[in-house]
Structure formats: C-alpha cells, structure tokens
C-alpha cells in the first residue's frame, strides 16, 4: 500500500529530476516505505516523508535566508547538495555524478528526527501564489461596495495570504511555448504584456494571463479595513521549528515558489515582532465563520476567502458552509471569494466555464454574493492553476 502510494507519488513529481529519483527507489525499499506507516491514517501522505527529510536538513542551518547561506549542521549533510533550497547551485541529479538516493535513505534511517517528524506532524502549507487572482477578484468587490474590506480567510493556515496587501504583483500575459515559469516570459514588459501592483515590494507574486484576457487588476491596492483567519490548526510563525516546517512542506526544486514562501515567512514574523498581527483563530470553520463576519466593523464589507480548504469539508460540509453564511446575510452582506477544484467541491454548486467547456483539472476562482438576506449565482471569474501561476480570465 505505502510502496504504491510512493510510486504514484513519483509519477507526480516526474518533472522535478531529484524528488522523482528518491521516490522512485523508495517505492522500492520496504523499510524507508514504512516509515510512512508512524504517520496518523489522515497523514500517511508520501510528502510527509520527504518533507520531514527536507525538514531535518533545513534544520539549524539560516532556513528563512536564500539557499546558500549560512548552512551549519544538518545543512553540511552531503545530502543537502541535491536540495536547490539549500545550495545555490545543487548537484544536478541528471549530471551522473553521483546519486542521492544512498543519503536520503540514511538519513531517513538512521536519524531519529525523521521518525520523531513523521509520528508527530501534518504536511501543512500556504500558497502565496494564490493572491495573485485574489487580489483582482477583491477588486471586482471592492468596485461594487465601495468601502473597506473586512476580510475573513476561512483555512488560513499561517495566515500568510491575510497579507496580500502588503506584497508586490506582478501579471504577465503568457507566451505560447513559455510555460516554465513567470521569468521564461521575456517579451512583456512593456505595458501591454504585464502589468504591476506595488513593484519592488520584497514579496512578489508573479501570474501569467493566457487566453489573451487580461486580468482587471485594481488601480490601486484594494483596502483592508479589517483582517482574520480561521483554522482548524494555524501555523504559529513565532515558533521557529512550525515556520520552518512550513518551508520544509514545499517541494526545494521549485525554487521560486520556495523563495516567495520564505520571504512571505520572513515579513510576517518581522510585521509580528513589530505588532502588526492578522490573527488566526483556532477551530472549525463552518463553526467560526458566522461569528467572525458579524463582529467585522459596520463600516467594512465582510469578504469570506477560501483558498483550497473547502474542498476538505465533503459535499455535506460544504452545503453547511454555504448555510452558515446563508445565516449571518439575515443580518449584513457579504460576499464569498474561492478557489477550489470544482469536481472536489460538489456541495458547492459551482458554474461551468462561461464557455461551457469541460477542461478537467484547473481550480475555479468564483464569487458569490448575498444581498439583503438573498444568495446570488455563483460567478466564475478564472480557471487557474492550483498555485496561481496562471489563469484564464473571464471577468
Ligand atoms: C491546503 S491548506 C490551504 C491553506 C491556505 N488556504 C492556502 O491557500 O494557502 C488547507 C488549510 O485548511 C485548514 N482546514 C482544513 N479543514 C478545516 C476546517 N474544517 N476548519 C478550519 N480549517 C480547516 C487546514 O488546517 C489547512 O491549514
């Protein structure tokens, strides 16, 4: 069971040449397989076991600075030559000149902190890249109401993407053929292939824009008057090991997503040091969301954001959702943003594309909006990539 999840785990990253060598042989070695087996049932996730590997080598080394810098202890294992997010400039994995099958699976072993990881924790993540269609969907609501948005993220997490506002944007239309990643798109930086948000900010989200629609990105930042998340298990930033596991949950070949994660980490315990806090509540969000949209001030338009998380809830949760948020519209608006996959999301009855095509596999950016007690239509403003690194734009 655990050596077939593992191998189907290696058909998922077959892009990425070092993470797919490890699971490829330890789809094959009965004893770094079960270690999957001290996970919780709920857990047992091959990513668990590559993440806790990732983990203890991030470990004691400068794991919030770029790769490169600062490695001590564990950061010196031999193994962290593969890692991009630990060197600068890894081994290549491709290059045959060596293999880093052999130290993964002593590390794996023979270290107790990979086992002590795997009975102990949950892969748990926080998608920045997501902002990049939040921001223009908060835009299209913040046209509408024309006041401050109260903004209640359902599934927070680390609370990272309650901070959209202070980070830089970036949209870039796609180039046919340049699929790799926002920097492979050389040709549009001239006003009419990109357009910017707060450039230079030390967090920047890049999307690309394909199907020739471009995004309607606001003039100007959307205001935030109010802020908090709901989650069944935050991710506390201030305790070093629990920021650090977040990074070490991401996958260190996709560098810049892995870049953007820990310069999103580095802001967020500085902006808390200094007390400027967007607080995440602990709890089930169907329980939480009502409470938390009406004690959001008169002056803000409560905004509920769900961002891959209702999909965990089941069709029967999520029609509870829905009605939890039916329940606070007898007493104010609100408008509901998500991203979620719509075959994942049945409870939630989301349109097709406006063009009725049945594209399998993107998230659906939609919005949906109570007035005066009523729930309209959902709306689907974009498909996009899971991640936010593109999306088709239909609003
Ligand atoms: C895949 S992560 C997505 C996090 C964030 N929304 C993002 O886009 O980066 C899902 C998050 O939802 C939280 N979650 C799942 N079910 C929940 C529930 N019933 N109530 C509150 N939080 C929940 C998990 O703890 C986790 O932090």
Redesign the pocket.
Known sequence: MVKASIARFAGAVARLPLYRRIAEAASLDDEVASLLLLADTDDRNPTLLFAAVHDYLLAESDWAASPGTSLTAHGQDPLADWYPSLRGQPTQVSDGSGDPWPHFRRVALDEPKVAETMATRGT?????G?CATTVPALGFVQRDVNRPIGLV?????AG??LRLDSYGYRWTREVRGSESGPSANASGRDGHDSVELLPGRPVMVESRWRAGRRPAVPTEMVAIGARMG??????DLSDTSAARWLIACQWPEQVERLERCRAAVREARSAAAAGETAPVRR????D?VGPAVVALPDDSHPVVL????LT??GPE?QRRFLAALDGVAASRDLTLVL?EEPSAAPGLDLPPRPDVRSVPGPTALCRIDWRDGRRGDAVRLADQHPHGTWAEWFA
Not at 283 to 286: A, F, H, T
Not at 306 to 309: D, F, K, L, P, Q
């Open positions: 748990q993540t926080n998608e920045v997501r993220e359902v599934g927070a997490s990272l993407n709901i989650d069944r298990d935050p991710v709890g089930d969000l169907v939480l769900a961002t891959w998380v965990y809830l949760g991203q």
